[in-house]
């Protein structure tokens, strides 16, 4: 347990000599505008992710056998939308590859205006009208920005802080704890992880649920501006921390 809370507090205020200085709490942000996000785009948009790309493809062949509820042009607009994103975000990354602060604050502020458009179309279309072309639009910018911010989060190479997958954090959670003869590093981060995504859903699925879709797009992107405008302030250029990772 001190252990645990020791890695709590290492993850939410890194030391100075942190080798990945303040991108940890940075990271945890960024995660939990994933839940917000895919909160929106699974229980506003027609049961797609934006997000969460293994969810999307088990949805694209459970459509195509028929399963009701479920739209293969949803999710396949997602898949195109998320790659291309991707693609931009690993030309941004080579891009910026020497500095991971300003790496984390461009990406991130280009994530801002596509969630921030979104927010504004979901707001101006509340009355209902467009129906399918509004959630096009929608999945396309959110696509997009989450897409672009996987690839950024590859690019940064925190450990078990990818933002949008949880599924390797949560084995290594388990796999590595003692009872599995492990040395449980990093439990403490892996479990903030963990409820930053599921504080993030929950804040999500909240909003929508109350009928509030485009208030929980809005806290998405007030989360991205936060993490934008804070990895700008403190990137500097000599910062220990912002080379790339081996």
């Known amino acids: 347990m001190r252990e645990l809370l020791a890695d709590v507090r290492r993850t939410l205020a890194p030391p100075r000599t942190d080798r990945h200085g303040p991108l940890p709490p940075l990271m945890l942000l960024l995660t939990m505008a994933t839940g ?27 459509s195509l056998a028929g399963a009701p509820g479920l739209s293969a042009p949803a999710s396949l607009v997602s898949l195109a939308a998320f790659l291309t994103g991707a693609l931009a975000g690993g030309r941004l990354g080579s891009r910026l590859a020497g500095h991971r602060g300003r790496l984390l604050a461009r990406a991130a502020g280009v994530q801002t205006v596509l969630t921030a458009a979104a927010a504004a179309v979901t707001a101006a279309l509340a009355d209902g009208g467009a129906g399918d072309e509004k959630n096009y639009a ?3 910018l959110l696509g997009l920005g ?11 190479g925190v450990p078990d802080l990818t933002t949008t997958v949880l599924t390797l954090t949560l ?4 796999a590595d704890s003692a009872p599995a003869g492990g040395t449980a590093p ?12 599921l504080l993030g859903g929950l804040a999500g699925a909240v ?3 109350h009928g509030w879709p485009a208030t929980a797009l809005a806290l998405a992107a007030l989360l991205l501006l936060a993490t934008a405008l804070t990895a700008h302030r403190v990137s500097a250029p000599d910062a220990h921390w912002a080379p790339p990772t081996a």
């Open 146 to 156: 989450m897409g672009l911010q996987n690839a950024v989060a590859r690019r940064l």
């Open 138 to 140: 929608l999945i396309v």
């Open 36 to 62: 917000v996000v895919d909160a929106v785009s699974y229980l506003g948009l027609g049961h797609v992710f934006v997000a969460n790309m293994t969810g999307n493809v088990v949805f694209l062949g459970f």
């Open 207 to 209: 909003l929508v649920l």
């Open 186 to 197: 990093r439990p403490g981060r892996r479990i903030l992880s963990a409820l930053a995504m």
């Open 171 to 174: 084995t290594g959670l388990a």
